[in-house]
Antibody, heavy 119, light 107 residues
């Protein structure tokens, strides 16, 4: 059974940093791209970052480019999101999502971890 | 970025009703249109991928259709478990973009 479990969400001040983690199990983690998708309160989902199975390719939404960094440790079956220079508008539930391939949908999602940015 | 426009933004329906939700992409996205269902406090769940393919375990009352830029999600006979918010999403371009959602409420 595929399981994705996010952690690391917290309340942080504007300008601060946070590192999210997503622990994966139930599938060959290193064979699949992974994404981070966030959802602000009352809004639709927003894709923000993608990393290839090997970790050699990453893509970012313009809203986080230069501030967030996605990475993975395939030996630990774990996906990460380093979030720097956080803004109030980054407040959202952050989900990791399994991506089953090029131009594919997100077939599994974690339960999410909440990031709140406030002074 | 490809903009996804869903309509309606919300609808009220009764158990047993046929429900149709539309999604329009701002440019052609080939077959790479997906639909998700989200219930309050939960993560989105994949229902339909590549316009019309049902994800494993999704009831056959859900169906998808369309081509190019115009797509439709249909629930043939609404069940109590179907009251939720539905999102379309394109996976052809980066950034992957979602519609703003259609909330299906009980009449």
């Amino acid at each position: 059974e595929v399981q994705l479990l996010e952690s690391g969400g917290d309340l942080v001040h504007p300008g601060g940093s946070l590192r999210l983690a997503c622990s994966a199990s139930g599938f060959d983690f290193n064979n699949y791209p992974m994404s981070w998708v966030r959802q602000a309160p009352g809004k639709g989902p927003e894709w923000i970052a993608l990393i290839s199975g090997s970790g050699g390719r990453t893509d970012y939404a313009d809203s986080v480019k230069g501030r967030f960094t996605v990475s993975r440790d395939n030996s630990k079956n774990t996906l990460y999101l380093q979030m720097d220079s956080l803004r109030v508008e980054d407040t959202a539930m952050y989900y990791c999502a399994k991506d089953w391939g090029i131009s594919a949908p997100f077939d599994y999602w974690g339960q999410g971890t909440l990031v709140s940015v406030s002074s | 970025d490809v903009h996804m426009t869903q309509s309606p933004s919300s609808l009220s329906a009764s158990v047993g009703d046929r429900v149709t939700i539309t999604c329009r992409a701002s440019e052609t996205i080939d077959m790479y249109l997906n639909w998700y269902q989200q219930k309050p406090g939960k993560a989105p769940k994949l229902l339909i991928y590549h316009i019309s393919s049902l994800q494993t375990g999704v009831p056959s009352r859900f169906s998808g259709s369309g081509s190019g830029t115009d797509f439709t999600l249909t629930i043939s006979s609404l069940h109590p478990d179907d009251f939720a918010t539905y999102y379309c999403q394109q996976s052809f371009f980066i950034p992957r973009t979602f519609g703003r959602g259609t909330r299906v409420e009980i009449k």
